[in-house]
T-cell receptor
Framework: SQQGEEDPQALSIQEGENATMNCSYK?????LQWYRQNSGRGLVHLIL?????REKHSGRLRVTLDTSKKSSSLLITASRAADTASYFC???????????FGTGTLLAVQP | DTEVTQTPKHLVMGMTNKKSLKCEQH?????MYWYKQKAKKPPELMFV???????INESVPSRFSPECPNSSLLNLHLHALQPEDSALYLC??????????FGPGTRLTVL
């Protein structure tokens, strides 16, 4: 299916450390998006990487995409307590062009 | 205005009630979405409207009835819901195949 599978399911780190989340998917894509969700709230778009891009940066975020391995990673550098949230990857494209969210990684940043 | 607004924030209803969820955006986006999210799960796509026409229905039960009165508004009419329909209902909009902008959601409880 187009849905992403994320790893790890949960991650706990100290403030100032880096956090890396991985996403794997199974079908071809037009782009892959990452979203953040604070507890019980709406999702916030973080970054979009297109299928012809390999790496993208936005502030403390770095996203990589390897279409040959059908995988992506999100790196958050110098994490802060405010980064505590669930992070979802969302591969976009394939036959249906629907955005299907991955299983998510729950990140806890300890102050 | 770069917001998606949703009303109400919370809704409690009985199984025989009829209620509606509302979503509004003024970003000129021509695609709008309804998602359902259960606790500790990713959002699940329910409906997609493109240019005010229903383009995707993810086999959602007929007790959920979407409506798009104009390019800025999206409604979700609820009737004869079941307790298992209790969830966070998220609305989103997008300029077609790009990032989606989410509202804060409506927390629905069905008694």
């Amino acid at each position: 299916s187009q849905q992403g599978e994320e790893d790890p399911q949960a991650l706990s780190i100290q403030e100032g450390e880096n956090a890396t989340m991985n996403c794997s998917y199974k079908t071809s894509i037009n782009n892959l998006q990452w979203y953040r969700q604070n507890s019980g709230r709406g999702l916030v778009h973080l970054i979009l990487i297109r299928s012809n891009e390999r790496e993208k940066h936005s502030g403390r975020l770095r996203v990589t995409l390897d279409t040959s391995k059908k995988s992506s990673s999100l790196l958050i550098t110098a994490s802060r307590a405010a980064d505590t949230a669930s992070y979802f990857c969302a591969p976009y494209g394939g036959a249906t062009n629907k955005l299907i969210f991955g299983t998510g990684t729950l990140l806890a940043v300890q102050p | 205005d770069t917001e998606v607004t949703q009303t109400p924030k919370h809704l409690v209803m009985g199984m025989t009630n009829k209620k509606s969820l509302k979503c509004e955006q003024h970003m000129g986006h021509r695609a709008m979405y309804w998602y359902k999210q259960k606790a500790k799960k990713p959002p699940e796509l329910m409906f997609v409207y493109s240019y005010e026409k229903l383009s995707i229905n993810e086999s959602v039960p007929s007790r959920f009835s979407p409506e798009c009165p104009n390019s800025s508004l999206l409604n979700l009419h609820l009737h004869a819901l079941q307790p298992e329909d209790s969830a966070l209902y998220l609305c989103a909009s997008s300029p077609q195949r790009e990032e989606q902008f989410f509202g804060p959601g409506t927390r629905l409880t069905v008694l």
